[in-house]
């Protein structure tokens, strides 16, 4: 397993980690203290993904990993829907594709670990 696992953890590691950049990014070009709020807060959610898949070995701990699987599947609901506000909370066309490309690579990988 360890095999297998260790590719996808580090992928998706790498994903979260593009997309909390963009998150960031977009947050600070939000103008709507609200919106800010709002991507802060998610931010802050995929940061805790973050800390769970530098963690090391999840497979050797089965409890963990299902447990950053339903987390994961919970941030990954939030995003979809981030993914189809974006364009609204940012003005900057360029933020918002990389915000929208940076929830798919995320979304994409945390479905390969998570499968």
Known sequence: MAATVQPLQA???DQYQILHNAISQARE???DDSRRDDLRQMAEEIQAVLTSLNEGELQSRTADF???GNKVKAINSELQTLKAEINKIV???AIATQVTDAINGALSA???LFA
Do not use: F, G, N, Y
Request: hydrophobic share 40%; with cysteine; charged share 25%.
């Open 66 to 68: 299902q447990a950053l």
């Open 110 to 112: 945390s479905i390969k």
């Open 11 to 13: 992928a998706t590691r």
């Open 29 to 31: 070009a939000c103008t």
């Open 91 to 93: 003005d900057d066309v």
